[in-house]
């Protein structure tokens, strides 16, 4: 059976309402844009016209799967960040608006580095490393919006799937040769020399790392507990696993003067803090709030 686009619009949005979606209309309307690859402006215009059955038949699929938890963009396939176009699917945790701050912090200070403000060895080309890369949401946003500082981009992560991605995202934004891959758990992918530095160390290394405690997955939302990869969330018992390694390794493989950056969770500033003074290779922190005032950024710099 046909129906109008309004309607087919105000079922879609009554089913994800019942399932308590946080933005049911919003979705009804992004999933019907993605069937028929339109924008939002297609839709109104023909709010008050008929859909094709076989396409009511296909919409209705997509409104199971997300009524299912699914999130929509794991259906359709994409999601922008830094305003740019990453395609997202199941082996990729879907880049948060949060993360935009520890891009957009890494970016004024290459602008500083660059405007002479700060003194940093080897600034020929600033290297600067993407810790556990998932979608390459932060390596391709730094490679691309920093591309005229002559930035030098390696990403690591240590899911070859997740990878897949983050490369497919460094050709579709036009950075493919721009970046290195690597696989490896943390900073095992780089050469060490025999006193247990780096052999090539970062100018800046930043990282958004799984920092969800264990004991809180089970109560994150359905979409995002369900569906988005474990190993993208999963932060140890307290949630700052990755932060006690992080803090410990990064020294080796930063260059004195280089920054590292964190992203975290709104709640740790403190304790990343605390634990970056412990491990004696840092100056004193500076927590970074994101654009709802939350802390969401750790700045270090290595001494
Ligand atoms: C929170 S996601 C961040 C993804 C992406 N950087 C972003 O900001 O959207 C964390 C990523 O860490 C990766 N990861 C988990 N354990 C790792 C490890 N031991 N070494 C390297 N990467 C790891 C996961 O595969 C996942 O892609």
Redesign the pocket.
């Known amino acids: 059976m046909s129906l109008l686009y309004k309607d087919i619009l105000t079922i879609a949005e009554n089913r994800f309402t019942d399932e308590q979606c946080l933005t049911p209309r919003l979705d009804a309307e992004l999933l019907l844009c993605h069937m028929l690859d339109r924008d939002k402006s297609f839709l109104f215009i023909h709010y008050g016209d008929y859909l094709d059955e076989d396409l009511c038949e296909r919409y209705f699929k997509l409104v199971d799967l997300r009524a299912s938890g699914m999130p929509l963009q794991y259906i359709t396939g994409k999601q922008e960040?830094m305003g740019l176009n990453f395609t997202v699917n199941e082996?990729?945790?879907?880049?948060?608006q949060d993360?935009e701050t520890?891009v957009e912090t890494a970016i004024k200070e290459i602008e500083t580095i660059k405007s002479g403000g700060k003194a940093l060895s080897g600034l020929g080309g600033i290297s600067i490393l993407?810790?556990?890369?998932?979608?390459?949401?932060?390596?391709v946003s730094m490679a691309v919006h920093a591309r005229d500082k002559k930035v030098k981009v390696t990403a690591?992560?240590?899911?070859s799937k997740?990878l897949a991605v983050a490369k497919e995202n460094a050709m579709k934004n036009g950075v493919g040769g721009d970046i290195k891959f690597f696989e490896?758990?943390?900073f095992?992918p780089f050469k060490t020399k025999k006193n247990g530095e780096g052999k090539k160390p970062f100018d800046m290394i930043l990282?958004?790392?799984?920092?969800i405690a264990s004991g809180v997955l089970p109560t994150l939302m359905r979409e995002v507990r369900e569906h988005e990869?474990l190993?993208?969330?999963d932060g140890g018992k307290d949630g700052i696993d990755?932060y006690i390694?992080i803090l410990r390794e990064a020294p080796a493989h930063l260059k004195k003067g280089g920054l590292l950056l964190l992203?975290i969770g709104f709640d740790q500033g403190a304790v990343v803090s605390a634990l970056a003074e412990a491990a004696g290779a840092y100056a004193p922190a500076t927590v970074i709030q994101d654009v709802a005032g939350l802390d969401r950024v750790v700045r270090l710099e290595r001494i």
């Not at 993407?130 to 390596?139: E, F, P």
Request: contains cysteine.
């Open positions: 960040f082996n990729v945790l879907i880049p948060r993360t520890l993407d810790l556990c890369t998932g979608s390459g949401a932060i390596a690591t992560d240590v899911s997740a490896g758990d943390l095992s990282s958004n790392p799984p920092y990869p190993l993208a969330l990755f390694r992203e």
